[in-house]
Structures are given as C-alpha cells and as structure tokens.
C-alpha cells in the first residue's frame, strides 16, 4: 500500500461584529429571528441605490491582519465577484481579489506530529459582504429568502497549503476564534454562522513532487465538523487513489449526521467570477501612521497571555488554557491574584502567597461554572472573592462553608465576613470546643477506633467526617485529624 501526504488549505469566514452591515446604514444583528426586518435598498439591491464603505468594518480587519502579522495594503479596492444565486439579491457579491486589506501573515499553533510550534502562513485576508439566507419548506416544496443577513460585514482569511492533518485544521480554527473574540471584531460562534470554515483537502503520494487534486469542504460550523470532515475526505480520497482513478476538482457538503461528504457542484475558478473593480466605491488608502494607530488598538492576544500567565503565576497548562479560553475568568484570577498580592506586601497576609493563588484557581474553575456562564459577567468583586479565599485558606471557614459562601454572594453579593458571621459558618479550630465531640465519635465508633489502631487511614478518615458531622461542618478537619490522634494515644 502507497504512503500518501495530505496537503489542506483553509478559508475561513467571519461576521464582523459592527453596529450597521458593511455598505448602509442597516442594522447589524445576528439575533434578528423575523425575516427581512434589518433591510433597505441597498442591501436588497433596488435600482439607483448606491453602497457606501462601513469604516469600522475595514479598520477591524486591519486589526485582524496586524493581529496575524500581516502586510496590510496601504491602497486596497472592492471588486465585483459575479455569479448567481437566490439568496445575493444583486446578481453578485462586493469583496476583494486583486488588492486584500492584508496579505502574508502567519499563525503559529502546536504541530499534530512534532509537539513543536508550527508556522501556519496566511496569504490573505479581504474584506466583503454576506449573503441573504434561504429557508427552505419541504412539506410546501418551497424555499424563502430573509435578508437579514445580506451586507453584513465578511472578512475571508485563505492560508496556504502548511496544514498536514485535521487536527493541525481544527487547532489553527480553535486558536484564529480565540483572536478575533479578544480584538473584540467577532463573537465568531459557529453554531450561529458567525464563523464558517472550508478546507481545500488533496493527497498526494509521500515521494511525489506534483500536488494532488484539490477538493473543497464547504460550511464546516464546529470544531468537531472541521476535524471529521477532512478526517473523512482525506480517506475517501485514499480510496480513490487505491482503486487507480482520479480524484475530481469539484465542491462538496459535509453531512453532519451521516459523518460523510457529499458532492454539491464541480468547482470554481476566479476566472468564472469575472472579477472587475466596483465603480461605485472609490479605493481605499492607508497612511502609515493609520496603520500604526490601529496596531497600538490590539490588546494582549492568547499565545502572549498563556506565556504570561505561566510566567507570572506557574500554574499549570491546563488552568492557563482555560483563563485563555474563558477571558472572563482569566481576568477575574488576574484582579483577585492583584489583590492577594497587594495584601501580601502589606503584611495583611503572612502565609505562602503561591499556594493561596493556586487555591483560587481551583475555586474559579471548580465553583464559578457553577454559578454564571463561562463567557457571562461575573457579578462578585475580586476584593471579596480574595477575601473568601483567604479565610479558607487560613482554616476560618471549611471547604463546604466557603462553597456556601461563594454561592451567596453569587446571589446576592455582600462581603464574605458577614455572610460567615450572619450563617454562623466559622470553622472551629479550637480543640477544647472540639475535644466533646471528639470524645462521643470515638465513644461510639468503636470498630472505626481498631480499625485506626491497626493503622488503616480511612479508619480516620470516617472519625473526622463523624466529627464533622456532630459540629454541623464547622470543625477544622485538620484540628479534628490532630486531636483524634492525641485522645487515642492517651
């Protein structure tokens, strides 16, 4: 059997998150659920209506583009993509072919077979304008069009032919969301259209120098779909190549429950599209000072924050991952970590300063999910979660009592020391107030009291928890460990 190198391409498109669509004054909302309600003349191409260029639009894909260290073009234009279809009103489609905003930037993601950093090039990114969607009514044997969503911003990112399995495809798409949602461009969610992928997918055999026969996937719209698809196409056109027969240059679907591709039309070339410039848009012309400006907008991106966060707080990969993920936490742990810090170097803290860190993080990634959404506002202050977590770590409140605090001031806000005070949750530490409820749990737990003389440790587990048990919580587990030990010894 024949060793074959797979060679995959992706072109990536996203609804840019403006205030009105890419050339009129028509609002831009995704959420819109009545049909044709965010429509004019020139978004539904009536006669005599002319576009005007949405300057947000074009400065968000210029953010994009330093983002990804791109050239951006200081001269860029529009063209007209003509071809038809039901749902592009004007009979073709405003975008960019000769002169893209941005062009020859790259992404650099982990390598599916090395484990090392791998450099994804980016050929282009242009700027366009979304189509309308068809609904289509099978018991009626119809489909409608809802404009909704014609005109609304596109920026289309093509990168070269660098990637070499699915799962490289799925981490370069994972990675370039995570991008876009911190320069704030993009929700790019995929289950709502505002992120759609196409692979171009060819194999060819390992020693040959000749490409294979592209084919592309078009409208992946998950992560996962982006990995099985090319997954599936890539043995299907091993299949192919097997039986001695030609794979075809064509466009396929993706079914998603069926977990297979299926053809949709012989594929375009740009010279079908019959390219030309837009005469009714004048081009665009950036200053070097423009771009500069726009570059000094981009905030700190994913791949500098996880080296940060290691850095700075030397948790583990996973944690980072999620901060990085999940930037509403991230900068939640960020404030509250300031804080403990800042109470550190005062001297309000005098413990280790690393391990009551690390103790938030388990509490943001244990408990929050809990209580408010990952990507939701968060409605508690780091200065009170510091707190909370201070006091746990200091033994003032048990693990479960600070649970009940947390969910608390989740509810209804308010500072961790009252709401400990007013349901009574301070944690016992004590061992005079702990030595009768200790007395009765060795009292009537005798089989527990041999089994810890011969030396089992569950034995004394189940002796705290008895204690734990008779004090409502509120002994110190520690404290109830000591004085068992100390009682029996006697």
């Not at 396929?252 to 009714?280: A, H």
């Not at 070097?288 to 583990?316: C, H, N, S, T, W």
């Amino acid at each position: 059997m024949k060793n074959y190198k797979p060679t995959i391409g992706l072109e990536i498109h996203v609804e840019l998150k403006t205030k009105t669509k890419m050339f009129c004054d028509c609002l831009n909302d995704p959420l819109e659920k009545n049909p044709n309600m965010n429509i004019c003349p020139i978004c539904t191409a009536q006669p005599g209506s002319l576009p005007v260029i949405n300057k947000d639009a074009v400065e968000s894909v210029i953010r994009a583009g330093l983002a990804l260290n791109c050239q951006i073009n200081k001269k860029s234009w529009f063209e007209r993509k003509n071809y038809f279809y039901p749902d592009l009103p004007k009979g073709y489609q405003i975008s960019q072919y000769e002169a893209p905003l941005c062009k020859e930037g790259y992404l650099e993601i982990p390598s599916a077979s090395s484990g090392q950093v791998k450099k994804v090039k980016i050929r282009r990114i242009h700027l366009e304008e979304d189509t309308g969607k068809l609904i289509h009514d099978q018991d009626k044997d119809s489909s409608l069009v809802d404009y909704n969503r014609a005109g609304v911003p596109l920026m289309e990112l093509v990168t070269d032919p660098d990637i070499t399995s699915a799962i490289e495809a799925k981490k370069f798409a994972e990675e370039l969301q995570l991008i876009f949602r911190y320069l704030g461009i993009s929700d790019a969610d995929m289950e709502k259209g505002q992120m759609r992928v196409e692979a171009n997918i060819s194999l060819r055999e390992s020693d040959s120098l000749n490409m294979g026969t592209k084919v592309e996937v078009k409208n992946l719209n998950s992560f996962k779909s982006v990995e099985k698809a090319i997954e599936y196409e890539l043995e299907r056109q091993k299949e192919v190549l097997e039986k001695g027969e030609t794979v075809i240059h064509e466009t396929r679907g993706w079914n998603d429950v069926k977990q297979e591709t299926f053809l949709q039309r012989i594929k375009e070339t740009s010279d079908d599209y019959r390219y030309f410039p837009e005469p009714d848009l004048p081009p665009m012309t950036f200053s070097a000072d423009e771009i500069e400006k726009l570059g000094d907008m981009v905030p700190e991106l994913p791949q500098a924050r996880r080296e940060r966060f290691k850095r700075e707080y030397g948790i583990l990969d996973s944690s980072v991952e999620i901060f990085v993920s999940f930037k509403n936490l991230g900068d939640f742990f960020e404030c509250s970590a300031s804080e403990l810090k800042a109470w550190f170097e005062s001297g309000k803290i005098k413990t280790d300063l690393e391990k009551i860190i690390k103790l938030s993080v388990n509490y943001i990634i244990t408990e929050f999910p809990k209580f408010v959404p990952v990507t939701g506002e968060i409605k508690i202050t780091p200065e009170n979660f510091a707190e909370l977590i201070y006091l746990t770590f200091i033994g003032e409140i048990s693990s479960s009592g600070a649970q009940e605090v947390l969910k608390e001031m989740f509810v209804g806000g308010g500072d961790p020391s009252q709401i400990i005070e007013s349901k009574n949750l301070k944690q016992v530490s004590d061992e005079k107030e702990l030595e009768m409820a200790a007395e009765n749990v060795i009292k009537n737990n005798p089989r527990a009291v041999e089994d810890y003389k011969k030396g089992k440790e569950t034995a004394l587990q189940f002796l705290v928890g008895q204690i734990m048990r008779e004090t409502k919580g509120k002994a110190n587990p520690k404290v109830a460990a000591s004085l068992i030990h100390k009682i029996l010894k006697k």
